[in-house]
């Protein structure tokens, strides 16, 4: 694999996530403008990681004979981090709840649909554990 730096030279004069640095520093008791070449420095530094990672993750996908990369490949690069991989995991599972609260509000009716929240003829207030939709009894 080739040396972080050696592919940086691509990336030269790019700020991928500038203002996102920013407002990072300026949360760790940095300047409100703190200086460019800070930036600069940190946003190489941020885009050679990903970079790393996704070269790793992509090692790992092809090891096991996959064109694609899956997310399971990322959770395997990041396996030497605790930290890293526990936030994978948590941002994984949020994402999955999110996914599920949003399949369960209906938009037609504004109500919320029986996924598990409310029951449809539910006045509100009453949550119902697994009740289905049209099928939950009264």
Partial sequence: MTEPRA???????QQNF???????????GDDREPLP???????EIVTDYIIETAHSAASSATYSRRAKIKVDDFKFALRK??????????????DKELKKARQAFN?????????????KGDKGGEVKEGAKEGKGKD
């Fill in 18 to 28: 500038y203002s996102d640095l920013k407002a990072l520093l300026y949360a760790y």
């Fill in 37 to 43: 070449e800070t930036i600069k420095v940190l946003d």
């Fill in 107 to 119: 938009p037609e009716d504004d109500k919320f649909a029986a996924v598990g929240l409310v029951g």
């Fill in 81 to 94: 981090d605790p930290s890293k991989l526990g936030r994978v995991q948590e941002l994984l599972e949020m």
């Fill in 7 to 13: 592919r940086a030279a691509r990336h030269k004069g």
